[in-house]
């Protein structure tokens, strides 16, 4: 059986701060790692921020030592942003 995370979003104001939202995001970069499904609910604030993970643009970086080739998505709050692994079944 699949792991599923799902994310759900709201108009709280407790659940539209930049916390929240760095927390949201962390918790997608966890299930990209992992190879798990994401289903972002209700969640305009932090599609900013998955901007290329929404639209696919991986970069791969192969290992010159092992020859391992790796997907990689950026994740962006802000002005600041990180590529991050990319397990397949994400």
Same mark, same amino acid.
């Given at each position: 059986h699949e792991a599923?995370?799902?994310l759900v979003g709201s108009q709280f104001s407790e659940d539209r701060s930049e916390l929240r939202l760095v927390q949201q995001i #962390?918790?997608?970069k966890r299930a990209m790692a992992a190879g798990r499904v994401v289903v972002l609910?209700?969640?305009? %604030?932090i599609y900013e921020a998955l901007y290329d993970v929404l639209n696919q643009r991986y970069i791969t970086r192969t #290992?010159?030592?092992?020859g391992?080739?790796?997907?990689?998505?950026r994740l962006?709050?802000?002005?600041?942003s %990180?590529?991050?692994?990319?397990?397949?079944?994400?």
């Amino acid at each position: 059986h699949e792991a599923i995370t799902v994310l759900v979003g709201s108009q709280f104001s407790e659940d539209r701060s930049e916390l929240r939202l760095v927390q949201q995001i #962390n918790e997608v970069k966890r299930a990209m790692a992992a190879g798990r499904v994401v289903v972002l609910v209700n969640h305009d %604030q932090i599609y900013e921020a998955l901007y290329d993970v929404l639209n696919q643009r991986y970069i791969t970086r192969t #290992n010159s030592q092992t020859g391992k080739t790796r997907r990689m998505l950026r994740l962006a709050i802000g002005a600041r942003s %990180q590529l991050c692994p990319v397990e397949p079944g994400f």
